[in-house]
């Protein structure tokens, strides 16, 4: 069998293991059939995270003007900033068809980074801060969070609302990155899946279309007996170690919890075919996952789904990968010797459009999955999954060759279930309303605030997020 | 134009950018500064060992562990958490595991589980794995509350469901279980110590020395010596010597000795068989030649360690090498094989190679796809063979290859590019450091080849230095010379010494282990006997003795 899914564009009902519903409507789909419940509102979040930052001139307090060692370029920004409408720009280009279920956004930093970080900034500061905002703990060999990420803040959210079988799910297309951003709590950090294939049996474990195979009824029944005696023991044990060791313990029980909400909440739904090949490298893989993240929302198997892209190079584009990238730490990294008078100025068209095709088909997965959730066969009233959903796609940095934290690139996509006005860019730059094209460059807005905006357009009411860096609370001003 | 560079280093160990009460490998006489802390008295009111969190198995050690406990040598596991706090992901992996060596039970020990899962009800049989298996996964007996727990595992889920299931259970839950996940050690009170300090008792010292020395369980003998009390003074020594020529340390010291070389990857390279390389500059350079690299260089340790006296210092110094065609061909051996399936052993050139080194695996790990990287390669020598410490590089220092060529008009070879991007004051204090070091190797290229003239540039090559940071700092004109250096280096010694504490207590040892540390270093650097080194760290307190207060590293 070959790579990519199929799916029915069926969508069957939901029920529990001993035919008892879930806390959800009941819900029975044919091909092109309408919404039968009654909710409205956003449903999902989504995460896509893409290492190594973006095209851009970011600096520390200015942008480079590209006169100098390094390029002037920022492609994360709209080709006209100024236009009312959303004109996307050459690394956006993929979303074209979505344009208008995205919010494009500048000059949103990332507080924690710049306050806590190495010189406003570093590698694993910024990997640790960029999607939690939270305080940063050096005590280790490597830094840690000391707070959740935004996934798992949502994933805890609606699983109080809304439960499905799975609170999160994460992959990850693999490659050198400088640590996973995705904090479950403090200290636990969380890696993604890397296999599609190990990724689809998990998730589709015991998903059908109709009655369950009783050899595999039979299998959950012996999960759930393991499950009741190692919860058991695992608490005994907890009593046994020390306070510090306590967390790892309890980590340990939290997840024998979560497996054992997955055995008792059995979902029937048409799954897509399997996957069985997997060889390849990040084009195939990173497909797979998409058409996963895809699939499981599309059977409610989750609420909340991550894709992680490590810093890869693509020699499969159309360019390629130079020679001399061995990493792609390493191609981003000559943004600042690429400029007219930077050592490596004769490199600046075949750096361009390497790093170009780069970020471009790092786009290219975003669209695949707004594709997906997009599709018309699977409705939710008159809304499409996407529109029932948010994205939010990020980096830890903007300019990755001066490893700074601010200026965070941000992408918004889907409508939050109509919560949020989509189609728009926004340019927090304290200088850009006077001179969209400025050089100038200060913003009060941070990640702190785009969070606490993520929250409020699912309906919750916090203020804050993170840590005390964070110039103001609240949300980010015109957003929500 | 320039790249930056942060001035972190001082030409020494730099201490202050350590974790308060950090110990660095700089005992042993190297007149090097202070550790940031006092120095545990050594031999005074008893042993002091610094609070450590408790540790699970690795991914190495559960597969090692999972075919040695059923006697499935082909059972293949996929459990690759190496997060601090396990992940769900890697709990859903240990049932996975559970759940793919149970389907394989065919190929279990013959004995482990008296009967067949599949058959009649046997409650004998439960009974039997309860007493037998449970034990060996959790590598010591029994507490009567895990007897009774097991017990009713088994009995629940037969009654729920059936005999099949029940036993499926039941093993599962041994092999998920926290005695046989996690490393527990609880210890024994020890007298005249305070109440934080206590011995390991025998099992979990039998324990802590197979995971030491073997990533894997203990044996039969290991346990039986255990459970007759035989794992003190003599008897620890000599079942640590017994166990050190059993191929299972070899395999540990082979991992080790890869890590430790980083070829494995790291943060600014890839892994030995994940480098890429110029087609038109090294077309030699094929999935087949990264393969050989790696058998010779392997062939190369055990020839050193097992076959000759162990020392520690022939790693640099011997010439020995394990080639095929191919290998022979990149390090100009005239008298190597025809071919690429015929391997000899052979002699290099002792003015163009010596030990690990000069390596083609090491020199092409530590390579750009076209030129050789004095940076990366005197940065390594710094850091892991001296246990430097350069801090962070600076926001501005650039990943860019410096790969020499036309330079605004002027062709300089890549230590002259080097030099020049290097040359500002804010990076003197480390690249002083760094090219001095890396320099030496600039004969090599990118696959390792030794040359006179740089293959891309065309420039003749300096490969002119000077080890620094050492206790035997010097000029030199080459990495032979250099190697040299470092196979008389006590600093290098007890840096090798380091890491392997390391490994045996799971973390960085603490101002409290300074005693130990600089015991186990002393000798090592006397003598340069690795099997001795393990025996040391076995013998040594903090290797027997836990402490359970504190919220230390």
């Not at chain 1, 002037?72 to 956006?92: K, M, N, Q, Y």
């Not at chain 2, 540790?55 to 997060?83: C, H, I, K, N, W």
């Amino acid at each position: 069998m070959g790579h990519g899914l199929k799916h029915s564009g069926r969508r069957a009902f939901l029920g529990g293991l001993a035919g008892t519903a879930l806390a959800l409507p009941l819900l029975e789909y044919t091909h092109g059939n309408a919404w039968a419940g009654g909710q409205v509102g956003p449903r999902r979040f989504l995460t896509v995270f893409s290492h190594g930052g973006t095209i851009s001139n970011q600096s520390s307090g200015s942008k480079h003007a590209g006169t100098g060692n390094e390029h002037g370029l920022d492609l994360w920004r709209p080709a006209d900033p100024t236009s009312p409408s959303l004109v996307l720009g050459p690394i956006h280009e993929p979303l074209e068809p979505w344009r208008d279920k995205l919010v494009l956004l500048e000059s949103v930093d990332n507080r924690t980074g710049m306050v806590q970080g190495d010189y406003q900034g570093g590698h694993g500061m910024c990997n640790v801060s960029s999607l939690t905002a939270a305080d940063i703990d050096r005590s280790g060999e490597d830094p840690s969070s000391l707070g959740p990420s935004i996934d798992q803040m949502m994933a805890d959210r609606l699983m109080a609302n809304t439960p499905t079988v799975f609170d999160r799910i994460h992959l990850r297309v693999p490659g050198h990155q400088y640590g996973s951003p995705y904090f479950r709590a403090a200290g636990e950090r969380m890696g993604g899946e890397q296999s599609p294939v190990a990724a689809f049996n998990t998730i589709f474990d015991g998903v059908s279309s109709g009655a369950a195979d009783p050899e595999a009824l039979r299998v959950r029944a012996v999960r759930g007996s393991v499950l009741n005696g190692l919860q058991e023991e695992y608490t005994r044990f907890k009593g046994r170690v020390s306070q510090r060791d306590m967390l790892a313990i309890d980590a340990h029980l939290d997840h024998l919890a979560s497996l054992e909400h997955q055995l008792d909440n059995l979902v029937v739904c048409t799954p897509p075919e399997g996957i069985t090949d997997e060889s390849g490298d990040g084009d195939i893989i990173g497909d797979l996952h998409a058409e996963i993240i895809v699939a499981a929302i599309r059977c409610g198997l989750t609420n909340v789904a991550n894709l992680e892209i490590s810093d890869i190079i693509t020699p499969w584009t159309a360019s390629g990968a130079a020679t001399g990238n061995t990493l792609g730490h390493g191609l981003h990294h000559w943004a600042r010797d690429v400029g007219p008078t930077g050592p490596y100025a004769d490199s600046y068209d075949t750096w361009l459009a390497e790093i170009l095709d780069n970020r471009r088909w790092r786009m290219g997965l975003v669209a695949k999955i707004l594709e997906g959730l997009d599709d018309p066969a699977f409705m939710e009233g008159d809304a499409t999954l996407l529109d029932n959903s948010l994205m939010l796609m990020t980096s830890e940095f903007s300019n990755g060759a001066k490893h700074h934290a601010r200026n965070q690139p941000v992408l918004l996509a889907g409508g939050a279930g109509g919560a949020l006005e989509t189609g728009r860019y926004i340019d927090y730059n304290n200088y850009a309303a006077d001179d969209p094209h400025t050089l100038s460059y200060e913003s009060d807005e941070s990640i702190h605030n785009l969070f606490v905006s993520i929250l409020n357009l699912f309906g919750e009411t916090d203020s804050t997020f993170g840590s005390a860096d964070a110039l103001h609370e609240g949300g980010l001003p015109g957003l929500v | 134009m320039m790249t930056g560079c942060y001035t972190g280093a001082t030409g020494q160990a730099a201490h202050d950018d350590e974790a308060p009460g950090r110990v660095d490998g700089d005992g042993g006489g190297d007149g090097d500064g202070d550790d940031g802390g006092p120095n545990a008295a050594c031999g005074g009111d008893g042993p002091v060992v610094a609070s450590r969190p408790m540790r699970r198995l690795t991914p190495t050690q559960y597969q090692s562990t999972m075919r040695d406990l059923l006697g499935d040598a082909e059972l293949s596991t996929e459990f690759d958490d190496v997060e601090v706090v396990l992940t769900e992901r890697g709990v859903r992996q240990l049932r996975t595991g559970a759940e793919r060596a149970i389907e394989r039970i065919a190929n279990w020990e013959p004995g482990l589980v008296p009967c067949d899962i599949n058959g009649p009800e046997d409650a004998t049989c439960a009974n039997a794995v309860i007493e037998s298996l449970a034990p060996r996964a959790f590598r010591r007996p029994l507490s009567d509350e895990e007897r009774a727990w097991l017990q009713s595992v088994y009995e629940e889920t037969a009654e729920a469901q059936d005999f099949q299931s029940a036993m499926e259970a039941l093993l599962s839950t041994i092999l998920q279980a926290p005695a046989f996940v996690y490393h527990t050690e609880v210890g024994t009170a020890v007298e005249g110590a305070s109440d934080d300090i206590r011995a390991l008792d025998d099992y979990e010292l039998a324990s802590r020395l197979s995971y030491f020395l073997w990533d894997s369980m203990p044996d039969a003998e290991l346990f039986e010596a255990a459970g007759a009390g035989l794992l003190t003074g003599e008897g620890l020594t000599a079942q640590a010597e017994r166990m050190l020529v059993d191929p299972r340390a070899q395999a540990k010291m082979q991992a080790f000795i890869w890590s430790w070389l980083q070829l494995d990857g790291g943060r600014a390279h890839f892994a030995l068989g994940e480098q890429t390389k110029s087609g038109s500059h090294f077309p030699e350079y094929t999935p087949e030649l990264v393969d050989a690299m790696g058998v010779e260089l392997q062939a190369f340790v055990e020839h050193t360690l097992y076959d000759g006296d162990g020392n520690f210092s022939e790693l640099f110094t011997s010439t020995d090498a394990y080639v095929n065609a191919s290998l022979g061909d990149l390090y100009l051996a005239n008298d190597a094989p025809m071919t690429d399936e015929e391997w000899a052993w052979l002699e290099l050139d002792p003015t163009k190679r010596a030990g690990l080194l000069t390596r083609l695996a090491f020199l092409s790990t530590f390579a750009s796809p076209e030129v050789q990287s004095p940076i990366r390669r005197g940065v390594f020598v710094y850091e892991q063979m001296l246990c430097g410490h350069l801090g962070e590089p600076p926001p501005n220092a650039s990943d860019v290859p410096v790969g020499g060529g036309d330079v605004d008009g002027t062709v300089l070879s890549v230590r002259e590019e080097v030099e020049l991007r290097t040359s500002e004051a804010e990076c003197t204090g480390c690249h002083n450091i760094i090219n001095n070091i890396g320099f030496s190797f600039e004969h090599y290229d990118a696959v390792g080849r030794w040359r006179s003239v740089e293959l891309t540039s065309g420039r003749f090559i300096d490969a002119s230095g000077r080890l620094v940071g050492s206790d035997v700092d010097d000029d030199v004109t080459n990495a032979v010379e250099l190697s040299a250096l470092l196979a008389d280096s006590a600093k290098v010694k007890n840096c090798f010494a380091q890491r392997w504490v390391e490994q045996a207590i799971g973390s960085m040892p603490s101002v409290e282990d300074a005693c130990s540390v600089e015991q186990i270093q002393s000798r090592f650097s006397e003598t340069g006997d690795v099997a001795e080194l393990m025996v040391a760290i076995a013998m040594s307190d903090t290797f027997r003795y836990i402490n359970v207060g504190g919220e230390g590293e």
